[in-house]
Nanobody, 126 residues
Framework: QVQLEESGGGLVQTGGSLRLSCVVSGRTFNNYVMGWFRQAPGNEREFVAAIRWSGRVTLYADAVRGRFSMSGDSGKNTVYLQMNDLKPEDTAVYYC???????????????????WGQGTQVTVSS
């Protein structure tokens, strides 16, 4: 049974940085797509970034491109989300998730993912 555990969230000021981690157990992440999503109060869960280790495909939402960077360490079965130049609108609970391979467009949809972590809170103060 796959399990995902996020960590690294916290409170940071505008312009600050955080690095989120997601440890995957029960599944070798480089055989799947890994994604980060976020959900702010009252909003739907939205796509942030995804990585397909095979083929080295990395996708980002327009709102975070150039500020966030997703990477992975296959030896640790862990993926990361480096978040720089954080803004108050980045405040949300951040979730990692896994999905089977598909089309690149599939990876932006939360419906394509079949396993989720519990989430980690990121709060950016103005």
């Amino acid at each position: 049974q796959v399990q995902l555990e996020e960590s690294g969230g916290g409170l940071v000021q505008t312009g600050g940085s955080l690095r989120l981690s997601c440890v995957v157990s029960g599944r070798t992440f480089n055989n799947y797509v890994m994604g980060w999503f976020r959900q702010a109060p009252g909003n739907e869960r939205e796509f942030v970034a995804a990585i397909r280790w095979s083929g080295r495909v990395t996708l980002y939402a327009d709102a975070v491109r150039g500020r966030f960077s997703m990477s992975g360490d296959s030896g640790k079965n862990t993926v990361y989300l480096q978040m720089n130049d954080l803004k108050p609108e980045d405040t949300a609970v951040y979730y990692c998730a896994t999905a089977p391979f598909g089309r690149d467009s599939d990876y932006r949809s939360r419906n394509h993912y079949n396993a989720w972590g519990q989430g980690t809170q990121v709060t950016v103060s103005s």
